[in-house]
């Protein structure tokens, strides 16, 4: 009877540990995306993403000076259509990163880049 229970337990343990890993990245259904700048642009060039709830998480690699994030939707960068939940929380200083809001993104193309360490625009692709 002992060595069923322990069975039982084992795989218990198993199937439970197993459906942590689904998530990994994932906290309450949002993913979190790690974008690093360097002086000039991002060292992530495109990113492919599903429909869903992100988080970007933007670190200063030895930028000299604060930077930022900005992402909207593609040939509709003018300010009025940033996604203002994609701002950071606060400017990244060197050395460290900063968050930004929940953003749910559908279907389409989105250009992100920073204008206080001018970067080019670069390529999102939700399908």
């Known amino acids: 009877m002992k060595a069923i229970t322990t069975v039982l337990l084992m795989s218990l343990f198993v199937l439970s540990s197993c459906g942590q890993d689904k998530n990994e990245g994932k906290e ?65 200083k060197t050395g460290s990163t900063s968050k930004t809001k929940e953003v749910t993104l559908k279907k389409g193309e989105y250009v992100y880049f920073c204008p206080l360490n001018p970067t080019p625009e670069y390529t999102l692709l939700v399908n």
């Open 28 to 92: 309450n259904g949002v993913q979190t995306i790690s974008l690093e700048q360097t002086d000039g642009e991002f060292k992530q060039k495109t990113l492919t993403l599903k429909e869903g709830t992100y988080v970007f998480e933007i670190a200063n690699k030895d930028v000299a000076h604060e930077v930022g994030f900005v992402l909207a939707p593609k040939g509709n960068t003018d300010e009025a259509n940033h996604i203002k939940a994609a701002y950071v929380t606060e400017p990244v």
